[in-house]
Each structure stands twice: as structure tokens, then as C-alpha cells.
């Protein structure tokens, strides 16, 4: 079966540094990976999609997305946080339907 | 419309009764989701419709859950005899087709409670 992993609960970051939410994956075949944001009281939005191709991907608000193969990996990145990126995130796999992690909260420090 | 929308917003129901959630999804999306979420947890997979016919139901918890898409826009989620644990927030999605190009467009999702 697909499946996503999000190892950590809760990741806290200082405003102006890089932040990484990490997602590992189980897939047969090729996989097709999401990240998806959570707002506080707002529904879930999609942010970018890792299908074939550049390794790197470049989805919305300025987040990026590293597919590493060999490490099973798919984690978020953004070069520098704002406090405006603290929400819930969440990792999914394509198996028809999105599959989802349990979700990373990540708190960004002013 | 612009987005999705999901009515009621919030529900709270006694323990047997029986509710119906509606979704109402982007205009011109073919493909309906429906999504179960408890605190602290992520979205958990019910059921997704393609036009009409649902595609994949295999993540309804038992047959006190159905779901109906009768004109290929709106659907609504049907719970029989409610359980104090069918307590969640329900997300509905919408998306152009399935497959892998297309993320998602989630509503604000119904907050079921059950007393």
C-alpha cells in the first residue's frame, strides 16, 4: 500500500532562517507527492506537486520541494521563513486518492 | 461558484440520529472527494466520486456511511445511526479529473458532532 511518513509532530523555526518540514514515502511504482498547507481556520490548500522530471519543484508562497529517490524522500523547504508560514502541513501520495502524513506543525519564532 | 463549499459549517447531533452533509464543488471539476478528519490527525480517505459513479469507496468505515453524487456536481455525505466516534471535521475536495496533475481545492470542511 502507499503511504507517507511525517517524522515530526512539530518543527519551530526563527524567522529569516531556512525552514524543512520532512516526508518520507512508501510507494510501488512511480510516485506522485503532494504538500498541502492548513491554515488556522481554514480549509486545506494545495501548495506543489512532485510528478516526473526536475528533482526540485517550486509550488506556492515561495516553498520548494526536493524528490530525493534514493532516500524516499520528499521534504518542504523554504530558503528564508516568515512568521505568516506557521500552519499545519501535510505530505501525500497519489494512489487515485491523496494519501496524507498526520501532519507537521510548524511554528515560525519572530 | 469559487471555491468549494460545504454545508452546514458546524452539526451537532444526537447519538442515532441520522445527517446528510452537503459539497458543493468548483464548477467543471469531474472529480469529488470526501475526507474524514479527527484531531490532531490527517485527512483520512472516504470515498471520491468521478462524474456520477464513485470510483473508490473503499475508505467508508461501514454501512452507516454513503455518499451520493446523483447529478455529477453535488454530493452529500449520508451518516445513519450516528456514533459519538463519527465526531470529526469533514473535508469535501474538488479537482478538474484525477490523475496526477491536478492538486485539490478543499472546502472549510463540516464539524460533525455527535452527543
Known amino acids: 500500500a502507499q503511504s507517507v511518513a511525517q517524522p515530526e509532530d512539530q518543527v519551530n523555526v526563527a524567522e529569516g532562517n531556512p525552514l524543512t518540514v520532512k516526508c518520507t514515502y512508501s510507494v510501488s511504482g512511480n510516485p506522485y507527492l503532494f504538500w498541502y498547507v492548513q491554515y488556522p481556520n481554514r480549509g486545506l490548500q494545495f501548495l506543489l506537486k512532485?510528478?516526473?522530471?526536475?528533482?526540485l519543484v517550486k509550488g506556492s508562497y515561495g516553498f520548494e520541494a526536493e524528490f530525493n529517490k534514493s532516500q524516499t524522500s520528499f521534504h518542504l523547504k523554504k530558503p528564508s521563513a516568515l512568521v505568516s508560514d506557521s500552519a499545519l502541513y501535510f505530505c501525500?501520495?497519489?494512489?487515485?486518492?491523496?494519501?496524507f502524513g498526520k501532519g507537521t506543525r510548524l511554528h515560525i519564532l519572530p | 461558484g469559487a471555491g468549494v463549499s460545504q454545508t452546514p459549517s458546524n452539526k451537532v447531533t444526537e447519538k442515532g440520529k441520522y445527517v446528510e452533509l452537503r459539497c458543493d464543488p468548483i464548477?467543471?471539476?469531474?472529480?469529488l472527494y470526501w475526507y474524514r478528519q479527527s484531531l490532531g490527525q490527517g485527512p483520512e480517505f472516504l470515498i471520491y466520486?468521478?462524474?456520477?459513479?464513485?470510483?473508490?469507496d473503499s475508505g467508508l468505515p461501514n454501512d452507516r456511511f454513503f455518499a451520493v453524487r446523483p447529478e455529477g456536481s453535488v454530493s452529500t455525505l449520508k451518516i445513519q445511526r450516528t456514533e459519538r466516534g463519527d465526531s470529526a471535521v469533514y473535508l469535501c475536495?474538488?479537482?478538474?479529473?484525477?490523475?496526477?496533475?491536478?492538486?485539490?481545492?478543499f472546502g472549510s470542511g463540516t464539524r460533525l458532532t455527535v452527543v
Open positions: 512532485y510528478i516526473t522530471g526536475d528533482n
Open positions: 475536495a474538488s479537482s478538474p479529473g484525477v490523475g496526477p496533475l491536478y492538486g485539490y481545492t
Open positions: 466520486f468521478q462524474g456520477t459513479g464513485a470510483a473508490d
Open positions: 464548477s467543471g471539476h469531474t472529480a
Open positions: 501525500a501520495v497519489r494512489d487515485g486518492k491523496d494519501i
